[in-house]
């Protein structure tokens, strides 16, 4: 991929440079803790990481964080993994989750909508009552820090409720969305040993009720570790024998009372996707989530409290982490229940104009199916309010930066676009949004704060212009305190810290520009390899799912028993579509003139759909695993997978080849 293209996409205008958070943080840094005054985001990058005790000082500062006993130093231990952040300082996340009620009690905190598309508002005071109540009830039932949590539940108000007032009695948050099957929530929730469950009784979705009350009475059964059962009657049945009503312990008018906990005191447990065994099961800390979430949020997104926050996700991805998280900016943060395509492919578009949110941030597979539906959104929405569109999950591709880019320019809007990478495993972003940058096509804008990101070759040089592995020398803050389950420590040195001592090894192939910014090739781990030229699976999806007969593909590179490399390319085609001569001859062309005559697949196949992880990642590493003729049960975990069917295709076609 070319990193030659001078032309920004689009640039800040000077007033909005001025006005942006992060130049009056670098202002004040400057007067009080000695970051550079010139030089703009570069220099107080480059300061970020060359002073980092002093930049995570100057960010708990600036954004007021309140430490009950505070801190002996900023950065004790540097080592990864291992990095002590400020030890012996106490806090609490949801007392800074909640500190705008003070201020504006009856303003929204939260706005939920569910496929009706009609926003229904939470106000601070409400917010706040509630998990003062939820949390004094968790006490009496005997909920102690430390204890664990589980939410099964879809993104309603009740989830966030629930979010914090395990965090305000320090006690440990954990959920799966509840389109997940028992197999799955219990490959999680057991390693965990939650001692109560907050579970719905279904959910809505795509115009269907979905009754899950089977699912709750298999995950009770199978968690002999709870001590109670807390029912949400999304879908308005009884309260099951045995459970408590969710409504009974949220009614008292109570105000909450935080537990002050260590710096590092475990938050939650997010979970990674589990394609080839077990979850992690990733624990980050209190304190470490809440500085990083206020730089990512507060600084690089720009939010604040006259801001509005809209992310689609669900509760199953660290993305509604990071979005719960936009409280910590007093900002409202918008909840959206329900098909992200229902009751057609602009309805996120209805939702972003219906809560007139300010940042905006989906899938980039979502803003390809708009550009493919012919869906026009700052014509036929109104858009006005919308500065920033993010996205993330995959790379957006060069052309969904140009069709978002164009879309608002025809009504005369500068879109800021900004293209996100990071990953459960640190719950943020390593490199993306910067409101003071320009924005280039197919890039991605700059590496964060305090975070010294950088592209390796194997031999552990970092490199400039060229592709390499994309690592992290420094500690960051939200970077796991530990894998649960794991008491040396060492699954969770394995996964990070094997490849390069000492330095985070993340697993995706990316290209540092001698501009600045990064541009993401794809997963190091599924990565192409052909005569020694390492090629990355997203810039091939991204030319062939152009193509308007390709609904989704799947490219996969498999090493032979005799040396050999086959590498075939496999396309879910679009209704009425076929994979006849002249569309063969049209892919293989645009592969070899868009990309290189190495790029173009040995085979290209029709398949019946791309399988995916639970969080809509498609799944390179299992079937390349199938392929090479590993049986299905020790290839992938069954419960990662939105439909285990699809796999059968690729297990009878290694059967077939061998």
């Not at 700052?378 to 920033?388: M, P």
Request: aromatic share 8%.
């Amino acid at each position: 991929m070319s990193t030659a293209n001078p032309q920004p996409l689009w640039q800040p205008d000077p007033e909005r440079i001025a006005q942006a958070r992060i130049t009056e943080f670098q202002a004040w840094a400057a007067e009080h803790h000695g970051a550079p005054a010139e030089g703009g985001y570069p220099a107080l990058h480059q300061w970020s990481v060359g002073q980092l005790d002093t930049f995570w000082k100057a960010v708990a500062e600036w954004f007021g964080v309140r430490f009950s006993t505070p801190c002996t130093r900023v950065l004790g231990d540097r080592s990864m993994p291992g990095a002590q952040w400020f030890p012996g300082a106490s806090l609490n996340y949801a007392e800074h989750a909640l500190r705008a009620a003070a201020d504006r009690p009856e303003e929204p905190a939260l706005i939920h909508v569910d496929e009706t598309h009609e926003p229904r508002p939470v106000t601070w005071s409400a917010l706040r009552r509630q998990v003062g109540s939820l949390a004094a009830e968790l006490r009496t039932l005997g909920v102690r820090p430390g204890d664990r949590i589980s939410g099964y539940l879809p993104n309603i108000p009740e989830a966030v409720v629930a979010l914090l007032a395990t965090a305000a009695v320090g006690a440990v948050w954990t959920s799966c969305a509840p389109d997940f099957g028992a197999r799955s929530v219990l490959d999680r929730f057991q390693q965990v040993e939650p001692v109560v469950l907050i579970t719905v009784d279904g959910y809505r979705y795509g115009g269907k009720e979905h009754d899950r009350r089977e699912t709750v009475a298999e995950l009770r059964r199978e968690l002999p570790t709870l001590r109670a059962v807390v029912h949400i009657p999304l879908l308005g049945t009884e309260t099951p024998e045995g459970a408590l009503d969710w409504s009974a312990l949220t009614a008292a008018d109570t105000e909450p009372v935080f537990e002050q906990v260590s710096f590092d005191h475990p938050l939650w447990v997010l979970y990674s996707s589990g394609t080839t065994g077990l979850p992690k099961a990733i624990v980050q800390s209190q304190g470490g989530i809440l500085v990083e979430h206020l730089k990512q949020l507060g600084l690089h997104c720009d939010l604040g409290p006259e801001d509005r926050f809209f992310w689609y996700t669900s509760t199953g991805w660290m993305m509604w982490n990071f979005l719960v998280s936009g409280l910590l900016t007093g900002t409202t943060i918008v909840l959206y229940d329900g098909s992200p395509g229902y009751p057609d492919t602009g309805a996120q578009w209805r939702i972003a104009e219906r809560t007139r949110a300010t940042l905006y941030g989906t899938s980039a597979a979502y803003v390809m199916a708009c550009r493919k539906a012919g869906v026009h959104p700052a014509r036929d929405y109104d858009l006005a309010t919308v500065k920033c569109v993010a996205t993330t999950g995959s790379p957006l591709p060069p052309d969904g930066f140009r069709w978002l880019h164009d879309e608002f320019a025809d009504s005369g809007a500068a879109l800021w676009i900004a293209s996100v990478s990071g990953g459960t495993d640190v719950c943020s972003c390593f490199a993306g949004a910067v409101p003071t940058l320009p924005v280039y096509t197919g890039e991605l804008q700059a590496p964060g704060l305090g975070t010294d990101l950088q592209a390796w070759d194997p031999s552990g040089k970092p490199v400039i212009d060229e592709v390499g592995e994309l690592v992290v020398t420094n500690p960051m803050p939200s970077m796991p305190i530990r894998f649960w389950n794991d008491p040396d420590g060492s699954r969770y040195h394995d996964s990070y810290f094997d490849t390069y001592p000492g330095v985070w090894r993340h697993g995706d192939w990316i290209t540092v520009t001698s501009r600045g910014t990064v541009i993401i090739h794809g997963r190091s781990d599924s990565t192409l390899n052909r005569q020694g030229v390492r090629m990355g699976s997203a810039d091939i999806y991204e030319v062939v799912e152009r193509l308007p007969e390709i609904r989704e593909s799947l490219v996969i590179g498999v090493e032979q028993p005799d040396g050999g490399y086959w590498m075939p390319l496999f396309v879910h085609l679009a209704p009425g579509a076929a994979l006849d001569e002249a569309l063969l001859n049209r892919i293989k062309q645009a592969i070899r003139e868009q990309l290189s005559p190495r790029h173009v697949p040995d085979e290209i196949i029709e398949v019946p759909g791309v399988p995916h992880t639970l969080t809509g990642k498609r799944i390179e590493v299992p079937v390349k695993r199938l392929l090479q003729g590993t049986p299905l049960e020790k290839a992938v975990n069954p419960g990662s997978i939105d439909n285990l069917a699809l796999l059968g295709f690729y297990e009878e076609l290694a059967r077939k080849r061998a």
